[in-house]
């Protein structure tokens, strides 16, 4: 069984900063694009950042140049440093995993559990 635990949301003064991380569990094998989505109430979750297990990046044009995404293949850990932080970033921030490989088996998907960030003064 997969897991992804995220970690780091909170509250945050417009301007600021937060790091958020996200671990997989499981005897994990190989993790193939790994990334965030976040969700805003009354809205679709949309794609923020992604990373490929070469370092290869996408961003949502709302946080470009304000958010960085990383990851450390070897800790199966994917992280994305929020600066520069908008009443317009607050959402459930959401870690997602694609094309993870265990013994004997495949998943194609895994969602964490989600993290909330709120940017308010």
């Known amino acids: 069984q997969v897991q992804l635990v995220e970690s780091g949301g909170g509250l945050v003064q417009p301007g600021g900063s937060l790091r958020l991380s996200c671990a997989a569990s499981?005897?994990?094998?190989?993790?193939?694009?790994m990334g965030w989505y976040r969700q805003a109430p009354g809205t679709d979750r949309e794609l923020v950042a992604r990373?490929?297990?070469?370092?290869?990046?996408n961003y949502a044009d709302s946080v470009k140049g304000r958010f960085t995404i990383s990851r450390d293949n070897a800790k199966k850990t994917v992280f994305l440093q929020m600066n520069s932080l908008e009443p317009e970033d607050t959402a459930v921030y959401y870690c997602n995993a694609k094309d993870i490989m265990i013994p004997n088996q495949r998943y194609l998907e895994v969602w964490g559990q989600g993290t909330l960030v709120t940017v308010s003064s």
């Open positions: 990373i490929t297990s070469t370092g290869s990046t």
């Open positions: 499981g005897r994990i094998f190989t993790i193939g694009v």
